[in-house]
């Protein structure tokens, strides 16, 4: 399965982006797709993932509020709206998906398959 990852760059503090993620394949090769992110001198941690049949979501504290994850199934997308940017959120992101965790699993209890990755970075 491959992801390729977009809408990265540069933003202010307190500004948006929207990141997409086109798979290939279809939605029922997958449980859960999402997010994680790797910013310098740390490890990968998941931001956000959704099950691609019901929805269902789970954001980590850091983002709650602020970023919100949808899913496009007619064309195999998920997206990472990213409002209130802060600093700490600058990171690569990488789009994951889940294919081995099981409808009724936290979304992206597993990860499969990654993505290349797309640069965020925040200023001030």
């Known amino acids: 399965l491959q992801l390729v990852e977009s809408g990265g760059g540069l933003v202010h503090i307190g500004g948006s982006l929207r990141l997409s993620c086109v798979a290939s394949?279809?939605?029922?090769?997958?449980?859960?797709i999402g997010w994680f992110r790797q910013a310098p001198g740390k490890e990968r941690e998941e931001v956000s993932c959704?099950?691609?049949?019901?929805?269902?979501?789970y954001y980590a504290d850091a983002v709650k509020g602020r970023f919100t994850i949808s899913r496009d199934n007619a064309k195999n997308m998920v997206y990472l709206q990213m409002n209130n940017l802060k600093s700490e959120d600058s990171a690569v992101y990488y789009c994951?998906?889940?294919?081995?965790?099981?409808?009724?699993?936290?979304?992206?209890?597993?990860?499969?398959?990654w993505g290349k990755g797309t640069l965020v970075t925040v200023s001030a």
């Open positions: 994951v998906t889940d294919r081995r965790g099981g409808w009724d699993s936290r979304p992206c209890r597993y990860v499969d398959d």
């Open positions: 959704i099950n691609a049949r019901d929805g269902n979501t």
């Open positions: 394949g279809s939605p029922s090769d997958y449980y859960h």
